[in-house]
């Protein structure tokens, strides 16, 4: 069963416009990971945001983590048509060893 | 450092027969993971290997199973093959819990 879910599932941006994905999860996590995938091939690790971590930055993402509300967000700054992609948000529960992925969100980058 | 690599890239099988995807991790990395990803069921866990030991598996049937060596590189088997298990298998290796897990590019397998 997945254990995050993201929202919304599609977005479509101009580019150059900010992107906002949400996550959110249902048990206690150590961290939660944001990944990228472009048309069915591996996923690309964007960030890690350990649980007593609040907000965290690379480049033109900027991550944050609420765990009292057992959500994440992803935005993405100064959209490019290369963002174009499905992101993905994996938690790393407290007391298993693997990673539980949420749907994804499809990004549509427009030029 | 050389990232993930996963081959066969492509695989086409048929009802019924078996198949075994490779998986070399990151150097380094002693945690090597299996993931199923298909339209329907999302990114679905299968196992995760650590120091050749199975520490956890998911909710995969026994034709599912795998290795580690003691270099690390990891294989999966799928036998008695089913047209459901059509799927892109990805492999992700780390240096251990609660650290950031990479990814190969795959491994797409068609079973007609």
């Known amino acids: 069963s997945q254990q995050g879910e993201e929202d919304p599932q599609a977005l479509s941006i101009q580019e150059g416009e900010n992107a906002t994905m949400n996550c959110s999860y249902k048990t206690s996590i150590n961290n939660l990971q944001w990944y990228r995938q472009n048309s069915g091939r591996g996923l690309v690790h964007l960030i890690l945001i350990r649980s007593n971590e609040r907000e965290k930055h690379s480049g033109r993402l900027r991550v944050t983590l609420d765990t009292s509300k057992k959500s994440s967000s992803l935005l993405i700054t100064a959209s490019r048509a290369a963002d174009t992609a499905s992101y993905f948000c994996?938690?790393?529960?407290?007391?298993?060893?693997?990673?539980?992925f949420g749907a994804g969100t499809t990004v549509t980058v427009r030029a | 450092k050389a990232g993930v690599t996963q081959t066969p890239r492509y695989l086409i099988k048929t009802r019924g027969q078996q198949v075994t995807l490779s998986c070399s991790p990151i150097s380094g990395h002693r945690s090597v993971s299996w993931y199923q990803q298909t339209p329907g069921q999302g990114l679905q866990f299968l196992f995760e290997?650590?120091?050749?030991?199975?520490?956890n598996k998911g909710n995969f049937p026994g034709r599912f199973s795998g290795r580690q060596f003691s270099n690390s590189r990891s294989e999966m088997n799928v036998s008695t093959l089913e047209l459901g298990d059509s799927a892109l298998y990805l492999c992700?290796?780390?240096?251990?819990?609660?650290?950031?897990?990479?990814f190969g590019p795959g491994t797409r397998l068609l079973v007609l």
């Open positions: 290997y650590f120091s050749e030991t199975q520490r």
């Open positions: 994996a938690t790393d529960e407290s007391s298993d060893y693997k990673l539980s």
């Open positions: 992700a290796s780390g240096k251990g819990k609660q650290e950031t897990q990479y």
